[in-house]
């Protein structure tokens, strides 16, 4: 910490609380925006020897360091700064008013309630850093804000206390400013001429980038808005993925379940079967694995953890049953994307067999409820549901619908 000698500048909006004050949706978003334009075009206009500290809400905090030997040449730099804040302030106010005023809301319409005012002080300011921000602190600081409660009857002034207006060639109105727990402080008021500045773009020029940008800024709100509600519902996409593999496992643990000693032969045998070592084992891990997945994933309950030994089921049966058939399910003829040999193979015979059966039989009968197709038996389903298994793993249950999600707010909270 230490202890500068400075003079203090507060630039402050009037109308600032009643213009934040609205009550639609769009209106704070509008007033917030408008009111960071025009602090940005006053901070354009802050030059040397000024310094920006902070942004307070509606304010700004600037400063300047004060030599003994160029202590009245920097007052006057900063005087005559300051009044140009007022033609930049205003400047803006009007291109803002106009662009705006095809908005209907009570921010848009409400522009010219805004006024500028200044305030001017000095002395011994403590500063103080925090982390990588820098805090003005002291008496002078408080005696500033103190400031912005007084006399005088206008909203848009420039407020100067002695210890800088004595420095000044211009002399202001003089008032005197009193605070039962500061003590007395004389000040002078200077009332700014308004005039906007030619180095600003005319508002013709810019109203139609302002118009678009408030309008795109309402669409991204708008947008934001309706995928917050989409949200609410994200938790069916993990219940249907649940709900889609439910009878799956449960239907293939329960046929292993019901002919357990032909498939503990089928997965060890070398020369009909998969040849698997640890056939017993492995048909125990698995049926356990679909029967205990069904269940855990209709309730919702440790769908993460099922997750991790269904996907190496699915990767294991993918790998060792379906692998060299290709990636078809169901045979597929040319034209196909995944079309192969044994497929276009499978499909020539299905045509000659429906030939056959159009010719000796009741193919209409036959094919009442559906045609006929050649099962491939490749990864293609296997493949699938690994990827909403990974998908689950990631996701979760899902809100609402699921034991995970009330055990995690009611026990484990």
């Not at 039989?361 to 045609?371: P, Q």
Request: aromatic share 12%; with cysteine.
């Amino acid at each position: 910490m230490e202890t500068k000698n400075v003079a203090i500048v507060l630039v402050d909006i009037s109308g600032y609380t009643e213009f934040t004050q609205a009550h639609s949706k769009t209106s704070p978003i509008h007033a917030e925006e408008i009111i960071t334009e025009l602090l940005e075009i006053v901070i354009d206009k802050a030059q040397y020897p000024l310094t920006l500290n902070k942004l307070e809400g509606d304010a700004l905090l600037l400063y300047a360091e004060l030599n003994d030997h160029s202590k009245a040449q920097a007052i006057q730099s900063i005087f005559n700064q300051v009044n140009t804040f007022f033609g930049a302030f205003h400047s803006k106010l009007n291109g803002l008013k106009q662009a705006r005023a095809i908005c209907p809301c009570e921010a848009c319409q409400g522009i010219n309630k805004l006024q500028l005012k200044v305030l001017l002080h000095g002395g011994d300011v403590v500063f103080k850093k925090m982390r990588q921000f820098e805090e003005l602190a002291g008496e002078d600081m408080i005696v500033l804000h103190r400031l912005l409660k007084n006399k005088v009857k206008s909203n848009e002034y420039i407020l100067i206390t002695d210890v800088i207006s004595s420095f000044l060639d211009e002399k202001g109105e003089n008032h005197e400013e009193n605070y039962p727990d500061l003590g007395k402080f004389n000040v002078s008021v200077f009332y700014p001429k308004i005039s906007t500045e030619n180095d600003l773009p005319p508002v013709a020029q810019s109203n139609i980038a302002l118009v678009c940008d408030i309008a795109k800024k309402d669409m991204t709100t708008t947008f934001k808005k309706s995928l917050h509600k989409i949200s609410t519902f994200d938790f069916i996409a993990p219940l249907l993925l649940r709900l889609y593999l439910v009878p799956i496992f449960w239907m293939a643990g329960l046929h292993k379940f019901n002919a357990f000693s032909d498939t503990v032969e089928w997965f060890g045998n070398a020369e009909w079967g998969l040849g698997l070592p640890f056939p017993f084992l492995l048909t125990m891990f698995v049926t356990v694995t679909e029967l205990a997945g069904a269940i855990f994933l209709l309730l919702g309950f440790g769908v993460r953890f099922i997750s991790i030994p269904l996907i190496l089921t699915m990767i294991g049966a993918a790998l060792s049953v379906h692998w060299q058939n290709g990636w078809l399910a169901i045979a597929e003829g040319e034209g196909s994307f995944f079309a192969s040999e044994r497929t276009i193979a499978a499909i020539e015979r299905l045509n000659k067999a429906k030939d056959i059966l159009k010719t000796h039989g009741n193919y209409e009968y036959l094919t009442e409820f559906g045609n006929f197709a050649i099962l491939n038996n490749g990864i293609e389903f296997a493949a699938t549901y690994t990827i909403m298994l990974i998908a689950l793993l990631f996701l979760g249950a899902g809100r609402y619908v699921s034991v995970d999600f009330w055990l995690k707010e009611k026990v484990f909270k």
